[in-house]
């Protein structure tokens, strides 16, 4: 089952801050995180495993809590690059495919 | 420079036409994966396949075939039986079945 991201879109100044979140009806292993800008492939951001481990990439971070089954998105002083749409994929055990969720699409204007 | 390269970026076709969408990685990752996007939605799972000469149904893989004979090399089969052909499509490779996944630049079909 796919995963729900929120919100579905957020437009910020340059930056503000804001967080997504990616919520999953089942158990999860590892979380993806993509960004991806408009008629271009999806880059990868970040893994995050079971274990509520946070991680960061520049100014964007993201924590994983496993009793929730959630994960979240942290934009912090967001910069006009960070504009694209934010994927999460989502595994439910080592070595499964992932389940993408339907994206939520920033904007951050100057 | 290693990479994903998939050919063509746009690519056009009659209705009942099968088209084969060309994926090659020169990473030496062991898994490669197709996923179609439709516009505005996230990313859909067609086929993955984790070694050579394997490879198993994603989300949606009525319509679609592929085959994995090279570890660099992991083509995609739109058939005529595939209803609503029109989309992006995505492949992915990454080094193992559960790590990152590296994203070829997408090719654009639309069938007429």
């Known amino acids: 089952q796919q995963p729900v991201q929120s919100p579905q879109a957020v437009i910020l100044r340059e930056g503000e801050d804001a967080v997504i979140n990616c919520s999953s009806s089942k158990a999860l292993y590892s979380v993806h995180w993509y960004r991806q800008k408009h008629g271009e492939a999806p880059v990868f951001l970040m893994i995050l495993l079971k274990g509520g481990e946070q991680k960061g990439h520049e100014k964007i971070s993201a924590s994983f809590n496993e009793k929730k089954q959630q994960s979240s998105l942290y934009l912090t002083a967001s910069q006009l690059s960070y504009s694209g749409t934010y994927f999460c994929g989502t595994a439910a055990a080592a070595g499964n495919k992932l389940t993408f969720g339907g994206g939520t699409r920033v904007l951050v204007k100057p | ?112």
């Open chain 2, 1 to 112: 420079d290693g990479g994903i390269t998939q050919s063509p970026k746009y690519l056009f076709r009659k209705e009942g036409q099968n088209v084969t969408l060309s994926c090659e990685q020169n990473l030496n990752h062991d898994a490669m994966y197709w996923y179609r996007q439709d516009p505005g939605q996230g990313l859909r799972l067609i086929y993955y396949s984790q070694i050579v000469n394997d490879f198993q149904k994603g989300d949606i893989a009525e319509g679609y075939s592929v085959s994995r004979e090279k570890k660099e090399s992991f083509p995609l089969t739109v058939t005529s039986a595939q209803k609503n052909p029109t989309a992006f499509y995505l492949c992915a490779s990454s080094v193992t079945g559960y790590s990152e996944q590296f994203f070829g630049p997408g090719t654009r079909l639309t069938v007429l």
